[in-house]
């Protein structure tokens, strides 16, 4: 099949498929999970919030019926409603009135029913555990052991003491292929690499998620070896890769490597078996503003734990400003990668977004008016976060901070750029405010989810945690693919993820907590000619290991999984 043939074929299963997914006919078998009429919350609802599910087949009434087939709730559909990213037309349901605890089933024309509706005081409790428990789980250089990895447990990989210098990153202190070390960290995603730009996302937004949520997370117990000290187990497990990221930096002048990693992909085999020598590369103005932003981020927050971790908050100090200052030495050197790396490259050539956040950093560490000068809030862009786009992280710690109310322009423009989303979400038919599918889209739902409960944490106002929980719904299970997108939970979850311990170990279900990147159509041919996907952007996803394009999972997608299960569990807990 020549490619246009394969692009023709391609889109005329897709509208075949959307046809077969948005027909009235009644159906005697049950519905194929991945074509389910009925799309809702896999996991769960809280009992006192609003509910709501989506049908895509012709209806007038829904009904509610309970464990043994009494009708609980019957009420009028929502009016029908085209979605042009997924083809289908489909109806709301609404059933926010029901409270009662217990387990249910949507019913619509008599004979489709949906997987089981579960609702309960505190629905996302071991969903959030289970997304931080995958960072433990996918840590460099320690094994997991089977008390505190169970059936996931794995020998050692990647203790990275012996590093090398790569052509990129030598100098006269630093020879080509003169050794480091540097250990600890996580995986980045499905590969073996650590990456700098990424990490500091990922890391910043763990340590804002204890900063906003303390109280509740003084009592979080993970099972992690580091459960039992005196620190909560969500900084333990920052504090993994922070320590990491601090061995990153140059200690002659204060310039931050841009990752460290081998030359290619790994093979998918276990970590252990990952052998293949390791380089630091390149350092880079991106990585040292991110790097500075983190650290200085860190300095504040460990500040309260001086006496668990003694000098931590110094050391975070002392390493951001060298960090800032080389940054200004050196404000335009952009990672280009070199012919024989060919791993991820988190490269960024607009990086005014970098200067904001960590001149917002710095400014709230050190009280030195002189990094205000990066705060121009008039050509602020208030974004979605992103490893590319973090001015918004920056935005999230003014704030969140004692210095509030000298930035009341910024928190305007934020709330502004929150209740847009909201009203795109309210006009959408999936309830979603997304107008295009980029790689990783499903981390775009779970930044938006932590907007709105910054926006939630600073108004009060409950319309913004009321949309938190419509982002939570879409990456549950009620978009159109039909996936709840976290492996290990709800009724049909991703099984064949693009990650590497995941497939080479001998255990069936994947690491569970990881969300995967999601729908989107930037690499449609991931996976050959012979593995169709649609065309249509939402639906364009595929449980499939060959997939890095849509089930490849990453720690800057887990990030905000894990900030908005927890910041939603911490609410339902008061």
Known sequence: MNIKDYKIYTFLLAVLLTAVACSNQKMDEPVPANAQLILANQVGYENNAPKKAMVRTSANLFQIKNSEGKIILEKATGSKQYCSLSGDTIQSIDFSELTDKGTYYIVVNDSIISNKIIITERPYAKLAKASLKSFYLNRSGIEIDSLHGGKWARPAGHPDTIVYYHSSAADKNHPENSIISSPKGWYDAGDYNKYIVN?????????????????????????IPESNNTVPDILDEALYNLRWMMTMQDSFDGGVYHKL???????????????NKRYLVQKS???????????????????????????????????????????????????????DISTGAYDDTNLKDEWFWAASEMYLATEEKSY?????????????????????LGIFSLLTSNKREEFKTIETQFLARTDELILKEEKSPYHIAINKYQWGSNSEFANQGVMKLLAHQITKNSKYLNSARESLNYLLGRNTTA?????????????NIHHRPSAADAVVEPVPGFLVGGPNLIVLNDCGPEIIRSTYPAKSYIDEQCSYSTNEIAINWNAPLVFLTFGMDAYDKK
């Open 199 to 223: 990490s500091s996302i990922s890391t910043y937004t763990m340590l804002l998620s204890y900063h906003l949520f303390s109280e509740y997370f003084d009592e979080i117990n993970l099972n």
């Open 261 to 275: 990693t081998t030359k290619k992909f790994e093979d998918f085999v276990m970590p252990h078996k990952a052998i």
């Open 285 to 339: 103005t991106t990585a040292a503003l991110d790097f500075a932003a983190t650290m200085s981020y860190a300095s504040r927050l460990f500040s309260d734990f001086e006496t668990q971790l003694p000098g931590l908050a110094d050391s975070c100090l002392i390493q951001s400003k060298k960090a800032w200052n080389w940054a200004i030495k050196n404000p335009n050197e952009i990672y280009n990668q070199d012919a």
């Open 372 to 392: 205000l000068k990066h705060l121009n809030s008039s050509k602020l862009e208030v974004s979605t976060p992103g490893w590319r786009d973090v001015a918004t």
């Open 483 to 495: 996936y709840c997108f976290v492996t290990g939970f709800g009724s049909l979850s991703p099984m």
